[in-house]
């Protein structure tokens, strides 16, 4: 026997569908902006190696030419420093959409369309005084796991000149990293972006 309804409960009806629709409204709208500026993240698995060697050079290990870490947290090869935390909001909404413009206009350079880290990164709302970036600039590898290593390599190479991207890398004030990877026509970009609280 079919179930019938009066006219109280089908407009009880309508009411809760238009309420159930009001609220799914007002949780997109009150779930924080929606940035246009966060950028596809396709290369995510490479950005995770990259900060595990990023975090064994940190912490006094050394990275082989083979990408293998001797002495992760030992203080062995260099002195001990905190492994940094990845920052997935950077990542998303400062490094990763800067190495993709790096990436599409073949270019390598800090200060892109008049721009320094610290304008990128107060623009995406992150308020810092203390702040780094490296950026690696392959082009032609076959493997973006290979890039990586390579620019890692070149900057853990600058120990001995205590060099810009080692003392980033060695920087304790640094607790937070943005890593964004980023490839397009064969030109493979890296850019990772220190920052503390």
Known sequence: MPVTTNGAQRASHRRSILIGICLAVAVLVTAGPVSTAAVWAPWTSVETYYLNLLNCT???????????????????????????????GLSDLVTRPYSKLLAARAECTHYLNGTNPGTRLNGAGYRVSTWGENIGCRDGYTSAYQAVLTSHLVFQGEKSTNGGHWKNLKNARFRYVGIGVWVYSGRERLTTDFFAW
Not at 60 to 81: L, T
Request: hydrophobic share 25%; glycine share 20%; proline share 3%.
């Open 58 to 88: 940190r912490t006094g290990g050394w990275v082989d030419k083979y990408g293998h870490c001797a002495g992760y947290g030992s203080g062995r090869y260099s002195s001990y420093v905190a492994p940094l935390k990845l920052s997935s």
